[in-house]
Nanobody, 126 residues
Framework: QVRLVESGGGLVQAGDSLRLACAVS????????MGWFRQAPGKEREFLAT????????DYADSVKGRFTVSRGNAKNTVNLQMDSLKPEDTAVYYC???????????????????WGQGTRVTVSS
């Protein structure tokens, strides 16, 4: 079992930055990839970024490439999502996810992740 807890969401203005964190506990040694997704009201869950558990491989959705950065945190068993130049269309609930079933090379689909956090809400005002 893997447990994920997101934090860092909030209300910001367009152009601001925000850093989300995902705390991982449990069987972290079974994780291949960590991913970040978001879901806006009335929309499907959207892939944002993924990072291998070793931290050596990352991948981003075109919609956030150059603005968002995924990384392993300094604290053990954390994964961060640094979000810069936020836009109102970035407003959503943000989720981190862990995949213990897909070893790569590309892990973008929600179905490839078997553990999810509860989500943290990000609201970007114009």
């Amino acid at each position: 079992q893997v447990r994920l807890v997101e934090s860092g969401g909030g209300l910001v203005q367009a152009g601001d930055s925000l850093r989300l964190a995902c705390a991982v506990s449990g069987r972290s040694d079974s994780i291949y990839f960590m991913g970040w997704f978001r879901q806006a009201p009335g929309k499907e869950r959207e892939f944002l970024a993924t990072i291998s558990w070793s931290g050596g491989s990352t991948d981003y959705a075109d919609s956030v490439k150059g603005r968002f950065t995924v990384s392993r945190g300094n604290a053990k068993n954390t994964v961060n999502l640094q979000m810069d130049s936020l836009k109102p269309e970035d407003t959503a609930v943000y989720y981190c996810a862990a995949s213990t079933v897909v070893a790569g090379p590309i892990v973008r689909w929600p179905e490839e992740y078997d553990y999810w956090g509860q989500g943290t809400r990000v609201t970007v005002s114009s």
